[in-house]
């Protein structure tokens, strides 16, 4: 019932810049922290970056300076702006929310079906 949508994923240039987008749908109550992992073929899943509830935000050291997280409430949407990217940013990326469901008691995580991101010449 509640979903979770990535778009943007693509074929890019070193250098250039995609922007992925992740909107939560269903029967939402309310979303606290919202964020982007990525996994790599032989590696390990990572965070990428994450944003509070109340818009804080955090990024893995290999992006910073170069990704932005960040969200629009009203639409239930967190995006994660690429660039100057590198041939290593190349990975699946997933979006990942802690969604309380409408009149739930509680709070899960949810998952993106994740995007490819291709680096390459």
């Known amino acids: 019932q509640v979903q979770l949508v990535e778009s943007g994923g693509g074929l890019v240039q070193p250098g250039g810049s995609l922007r992925l987008s992740c909107a939560a749908s269903?029967?939402?109550?309310?979303?606290?922290?919202m964020g982007w992992y990525r996994q790599a073929p032989g590696k390990e899943r990572e965070l990428v970056a994450t944003i509070g509830s109340g818009g804080s935000t955090n990024y893995a050291d290999s992006v910073k300076g170069r990704f932005t997280i960040s969200r629009d409430y009203a639409k239930n949407t967190v995006y994660l702006e690429m660039n100057s990217l590198k041939p290593e940013d190349t990975a699946v990326y997933y979006c990942k929310a802690d969604i309380r469901r409408r009149l739930g008691p509680l709070s899960y995580d949810y998952w993106g079906q994740g995007t490819q991101v291709t680096v390459s010449s």
């Open positions: 269903g029967s939402i109550g309310s979303i606290n922290a």
